[in-house]
């Protein structure tokens, strides 16, 4: 599986930005996708997921993000998507997309988001 992350960049506080992360390769229907972001000196923490179990999905955040991050998943695309609102300094980041099936796990590379006044 690949992935491709896209979509950061630098934001005021308060803006919003839309994560992309397009997925190739073979996908099985009972998987999980995540969004995860490693600021400096920290770990990786997940951020998002929505996991497939066939046509149903569930969706699960982070407490940090809750009300202001929604995950998407659009299949005619092969993307998964990140909308992010009211963005905080601390949402400061490299994010990361991430597939795990029964096969094990893999990464894209990251996309720098900044939110600096």
């Known amino acids: 599986v690949q992935l491709q992350a896209s979509g950061g960049g630098l934001v005021q506080p308060g803006g919003s930005l839309r994560l992309s992360c397009a997925y190739s390769?073979?996908?099985?229907?009972?998987?999980?996708m995540s969004w995860y972001r490693q600021a400096p000196e920290n770990q990786r923490e997940l951020v998002a997921e929505?996991?497939?179990?066939?046509?149903?999905?569930?969706?699960n955040y982070a407490d940090s993000v809750k009300g202001r991050f929604t995950a998407s998943r659009e299949n005619a695309k092969s993307t998964i998507y990140m909308q992010m609102n009211n963005l905080k300094p601390e949402d400061t980041a490299v994010y990361y997309c991430?597939?795990?099936?029964?096969?094990?796990?893999?990464w894209g590379q990251g996309t720098q988001v900044t939110v600096s006044s």
């Open positions: 390769g073979s996908i099985v229907s009972f998987n999980t």
């Open positions: 929505i996991v497939n179990f066939g046509p149903t999905r569930q969706f």
């Open positions: 991430h597939y795990r099936d029964y096969r094990g796990n893999f």
